[in-house]
């Protein structure tokens, strides 16, 4: 919005400079297009050549307002993957060429505020470059296997309530049972990721298999939220190396196990949790447990005490973690399937 703006303005320079022929002032809005390759973007990691390829389909869909049934078609455009093709930085975003596609288009510019932490800072806005942050006092929660149709409802009041955000990985089937919940979820400033569609084991089910359990899931989340989700969390944390290539969005994993599912008792989830947190933690709990749900505040409250500022997962990786790469904590990290 700012950039746009400033466009705007350079614009008018240019139009009221010629207007009164001032010959002298070059055209602002020309000068400001610079051409780069990806490998310049993205220092020539893959990881972050495949952020951008994540973040232009969301791109495509947005720009055509496609509809959800196009999610599985969109993973069929065929977008770059060498660090020598082009792209230009101009006041919008980055604008991409596409090769010819069902979707009809030509051309889409990916708004800088989706490449924070993706592309080198020099070639993004002051607004969109990340910048160093403290973790020492950040923990983020997650509920996994939602939406509830009573239980997700009862946990967004609670983090309404206490004004902390928290991350959601959900399974695609309960999404589209319940679109409107996962709505609010988002409404609420919290964030959606992916839990495939019904909770199979990746390690055993293979790659075509985990590709369309997580692309019918990204398509769920598409059509409830209007945005594809960023992160999958595989059931049971279990993926492959070639399963994480083949998706091309981050994984999250966690640090803290809370055990409620095997626990079912809310003093203990308590308990568990409190031992065992520490700042730039990810916590894993489910919303589909009523103890667990009921555990939250207390939890919310204990951490709160001790400094702890509850943000989501994008928070706590300041935007930077990449397909191909799975996260357990702020500064955990490693490849897929290693
Ligand atoms: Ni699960």
Same mark, same amino acid.
């Given at each position: ?9 350079? #614009? ?24 780069? $390759? +990806? ?12 952020? @951008?390829?994540?973040?232009?389909? *969301? ?83 997650? +509920? ?13 009041? $609670? ?9 959601? +990985? ?23 990721? %992916? /839990?495939?569609?019904? /909770?199979?084991? +990746? ?11 997580? $692309?019918? $899931?990204?398509?769920? @989340? ?5 945005? #594809? ?41 308590? %308990? ?13 709990? /489910?919303?589909? /447990?009523? *103890? ?10 204990? #951490? ?15 935007? *930077?973690? #990449? ?16």
């Amino acid at each position: 919005m700012r950039q746009r703006r400033w466009y705007g303005i350079g #614009l008018l320079v240019a139009v009221v400079a010629l207007v009164l022929g001032a010959g002298a002032l070059p055209a602002q809005a020309k000068s400001t297009n610079k051409t780069v $390759t +990806f490998g310049q973007l993205t220092n020539k990691n893959t990881h972050r050549l495949a952020a @951008i390829r994540q973040a232009a389909r *969301q791109q495509i869909l947005k720009q055509t307002h496609a509809k959800g049934s196009r999610v599985n078609a969109v993973y069929k455009v065929k977008l770059p993957t060498h660090m020598t093709k082009k792209a230009t930085l101009t006041p919008q975003g980055l604008r991409m060429n596409l090769l010819a596609n069902t979707f009809k288009v030509k051309q889409i510019t990916i708004p800088y505020t989706q490449l924070k932490g993706k592309v080198g800072n020099r070639y993004l806005p002051k607004a969109n470059r990340t910048t160093a942050i403290k973790t020492t006092k950040m923990v983020a929660l997650t +509920f996994d296997d939602g939406p509830d149709k009573t239980l997700t409802p009862r946990l967004l009041k $609670t983090l309404k309530k206490y004004k902390v955000h928290a991350t959601f +990985f959900e399974t695609g089937q309960n999404v589209s049972r319940y679109p409107k919940i996962s709505r609010a979820v988002v409404a609420g400033g919290n964030e959606i990721g %992916n /839990h495939s569609w019904n /909770h199979p084991n +990746f390690n055993s089910i293979g790659t075509a298999k985990t590709v369309s359990q997580v $692309t019918r $899931t990204n398509r769920a @989340i598409y059509q409830a939220t209007g945005s #594809l989700p960023q992160y999958v969390r595989p059931p049971y944390g279990n993926i492959t190396a070639a399963e994480g290539r083949a998706i091309e969005q981050p994984v999250i994993r966690w640090s803290v196990d809370s055990r409620d599912w095997a626990y079912l008792n809310k003093n203990k989830d308590i %308990n568990e949790v409190m031992k065992d947190t520490r700042g730039g933690d990810i916590v894993l709990m /489910h919303d589909i /447990h009523a *103890q667990s749900v009921a555990a939250v505040p207390t939890i919310i409250k204990r #951490l709160k005490a001790k400094g702890y500022k509850l943000v989501t997962v994008s928070q706590l990786l300041n935007s *930077q973690a #990449l397909p191909g790469l799975q996260y357990f904590g702020a500064h955990d990290y490693r490849t897929v399937g290693k």
